[in-house]
């Protein structure tokens, strides 16, 4: 990323930080020059004295609100904020299995701190007049897996569908609101769910999407997706490219793999690339 962008300057909250995608784009966020609070239920061990970090429950009110005052004793205000928190623990076995109490979990992990979070931050944002606030949300949203999955899904797909609504609200007004909406991705979580899943004898789809869902992210908050827009980032921010952006017919090597390295082979990676790289809000 750091090729591409700097983001000196910029304040950033990082939800689901620690781990996986989310501690993958903090360290990517944290080259190109922001100011960058991470949040998970205890702190990791491997997490440097310098970084910035809270400590909440996120899929309660009391934690969210907890991260928003963390935001502005720790950094002052809030010009990014990109929700990556989420997840499945609900058993196999399809809808019989999911009671009220599987639902409600998967509505307050995946759904509820993007709509908490954003009510208690966006404020700030829209008294400043910019920002970019990005909703991790799954390719799941449209394609859910019937054996285990039905209520991520759902929360996914509402999730993504209160994206696109904020998005029409409050872009007029400058704040950027996108959806990134990756397929299977390894991490810790997902293998897990992955073996849960295989109890039962069904299929989970596998992809390469690690590499792409974090650039995907990452450029989102380029100054060509600015553009795009006519939206500015405050006056204390000093945001601008490094090298140029690749255009939409230039294969982009995935950020997982050192240049020279061979380029994707699987189509969707070119798309995604180039849907990003111009980056249409959500």
């Known amino acids: ?22 501690e993958a784009v903090a360290v990517q966020l944290r080259e190109a020059g922001a100011k960058v609070l991470s949040t998970a239920r205890t702190r990791p061990d491997d997490l440097g004295p310098q970084d910035l970090f809270v ?4 899929t309660t009110p009391q934690g969210c609100a907890a991260v928003a005052d963390t935001v502005m004793e720790q950094l002052g205000g809030i010009d990014i904020v990109i929700h990556v928190v989420g997840g499945s623990s609900a058993p196999p076995g399809g809808f019989a299995v999911l009671n009220d109490d599987e639902w409600q979990r998967a509505l307050d992990l995946n759904l509820f701190p993007a709509v908490r979070l954003d009510r208690a931050l966006l404020p700030k944002m829209l008294d400043q007049g910019s920002g970019v606030i990005i909703h991790v949300t799954s390719i799941q949203r449209q394609l859910p897996l019937p054996e ?3 209520a991520y899904a759902a929360a996914k797909a509402a999730l993504s569908n209160y994206s696109k609504s904020l998005s029409k609200e409050v872009s007029p007004k400058g704040v950027r609101v996108v959806r990134v909406s990756p ?10 769910l992955e073996l849960n899943m295989s109890s039962t004898g069904a299929l989970c789809p596998r992809s390469e999407d690690y590499a792409i869902t974090v650039e995907m ?5 380029s100054p060509r997706a600015l553009s795009r827009t006519g939206l500015l980032l405050p006056n204390h921010v000093q945001l601008h490219h490094t090298a140029p952006a690749p255009s939409r017919a230039t294969p982009v090597p995935s950020i997982a793999k050192p240049r020279g390295s061979p380029q994707p082979q699987h189509r969707s990676e070119y798309r995604f690339f180039a849907v990003m790289r111009n980056a249409h809000t959500a």
């Open 183 to 192: 397929g299977w991705v390894e991490t810790d979580g997902a293998i897990g």
């Open 217 to 221: 992210t990452s450029s989102s908050l």
């Open 55 to 58: 400590a909440a429950d996120i």
């Open 148 to 150: 285990a999955t039905i």
């Open 1 to 22: 990323m750091s090729d591409y962008l700097e983001l000196e300057g910029c304040r950033a909250l990082v939800t689901g930080g620690t781990k996986g995608i989310g």
